[in-house]
């Protein structure tokens, strides 16, 4: 069974997106001290590293992340190579003929190439999805999406319209994936994110397994 | 498909261990307030509500949580009725019969009924491990142990020799799961902690899911 982590590794170092809550770890306690064992705090935005985001996010009066459907955040998915692209619009997802009955879609893009910079800054200029490519998805049954940055939308969409558009929809949205070493192709997602309550969103572990040959 | 989640939600009300710093939530930006999006950030112990120990948390230079084995996080588990057991040790474990290839254990106890109150004060007489227990589930060939309470080990044990013989054998614990509606039998587990590197421990999600009838 081929198990792959495309979770992005929580560090103090992990680039948050700007005006959010940077990411603070502290040993409070510590075997090296004499203390009998080694205790860490994490403090961290919700939307920090590998994270879904709940329609809470951006509509007021929207479910939160302890209300998502586990049966849509698991099972099968298609990881789609959009190295080329400049984003995600509707004629891209048109020209790469989506299987019919898929409800999972993850986008490798150029952007996963970014986690290997350990220490990078943020970018601006990520691959995200635009406004009729957000339309496309909702009218194509998809349920949960999945981008290799830190958001889903263009940098500077000061209204959210993206975002709006998928969640109005409950469609989920993972964020921060890092699908540098994922081929293209179906596998079983399982995408787990902490169950916050009442929250806008929640920091998730995310792998793929290879769909078992049957 | 049967999805259970056994996942403690998280508020910052939900118990945790005593001298461990408290959950903290708080929205720094809300679209109620006029802001683009709502916000949260969570401040909280790797060792609060559901979560896994790393051998780190014990094990001065033991593997921590990010370092932990995804295909033992994973697989084929064994929800086991404890509910009249005042402590697991290794009398009971032999009694139980559990058959034989089974390398992830789950105890339903009566700690469990402890969730049903969400205002609950910290519970010094949970049920847990015993040392001869301990020694038992890693001479058995448990790679995963679950517990319905915050630790594995007894309060008090202040030489925490429980989670040493568990941890000194990277038997992997999660502690905190809320198995109170599991009936016992057999499940898909899929234990998804945080990857947050070279820490001692990690929050999770976990799920169990009923095992195909093949």
Redesign the interface.
């Known amino acids: ?1 081929g ?1 792959y ?1 495309i ?5 103090q170092n992990l680039v948050t997106w700007p005006g ?2 940077v990411i ?2 502290e ?2 306690y510590q ?2 001290q004499g203390d ?12 920090s ?2 994270h879904v985001d709940a329609p ?5 009066g929207g479910k939160s992340v ?1 209300e998502l459907d ?2 849509i955040l ?1 099972g099968s998915a298609l990881v789609v190579d959009a190295l080329e692209a400049d984003n995600i619009n509707a004629a891209f997802l048109e020209k790469i003929d989506i299987p019919a009955g898929t409800n999972r879609l993850l986008f490798r893009t150029r952007n996963s190439e970014l986690w290997s910079d350990a220490q990078q800054m943020f970018t601006e200029d990520f691959v995200a999805i635009s406004e009729d490519g957000a339309h496309w998805i909702t009218e194509n049954g998809i349920q949960l999406l999945g981008v290799d940055y830190l958001s889903a939308a263009p940098f500077g969409d ?1 209204n ?1 319209v993206v ?1 709006k558009i998928l969640l109005r929809k409950e469609t989920i949205i993972v964020e921060g994936l890092n699908l540098l070493n994922i081929e293209p192709g179906s596998y079983q997602l ?1 995408c ?10 929640a ?5 793929l ?1 290879d769909e078992k040959i049957e």
């Open positions: 069974m198990v982590d979770s992005l590794p929580i560090t959010d809550p603070e770890l040993k409070v075997l090296e009998v064992a080694t205790v860490s705090r994490i403090n961290m935005c919700v939307h590293g590998t809470g996010h951006f509509i007021a302890d586990l049966t698991t000061s959210p975002h399982v787990m994110p902490l169950k916050i309550v009442g929250a806008d969103g920091p998730a572990r995310a792998i397994i």
